[in-house]
């Protein structure tokens, strides 16, 4: 089970930091994403990052002001949100599965993460 947190409402310019801890599950080798919907929208995926690799790969809106990380002492992912946009709210996700190889990771996050098996609830991020 993963449990997504961190999110809020914050003013653009600001920044946030999101954490998705799985429970009872300790990663190894998955493939890692995360994910936002925005009212009306499709999901798309916003950045992927695989845990037996390491290196990470953000889509083109969120690169340069986005950052996803692991903690394997503490078994969660992250992303760190700067220079937030108000198109940047949507509820966002995060989302694993171990099948896949570092190099499915990254076309299957950008595709928006259909094949992901493992899956969070969601939190929120507004951005005005």
């Known amino acids: 089970q993963l449990v997504e947190s961190g999110g809020g409402s914050v003013q653009a310019g600001g920044s946030l930091r999101l954490s998705c801890v799985a429970s009872g599950y300790t990663y190894g080798s998955d493939c890692m994403g995360w994910f936002r919907q925005a009212p009306g929208k499709e999901r798309e995926g916003v950045a992927s990052l695989h845990t037996a690799v390491g290196t990470p790969y953000y889509a083109d809106p969120v690169r340069g002001r986005f950052t996803i990380s692991h903690d394997r002492t503490k078994n969660t992912l992250y992303l760190d949100m700067d220079l937030l946009k108000p198109e940047d709210t949507a509820m966002y996700y995060c989302?694993?599965?171990?099948?896949?190889?570092?190099?499915?990771?990254?076309?299957?996050?950008?595709?928006?993460?259909?094949?992901?098996?493992?899956w969070g609830q969601g939190t929120q991020v507004t951005v005005s």
């Open positions: 989302a694993a599965d171990l099948r896949w190889s570092s190099a499915q990771c990254i076309p299957l996050m950008l595709a928006g993460g259909v094949e992901f098996a493992d």
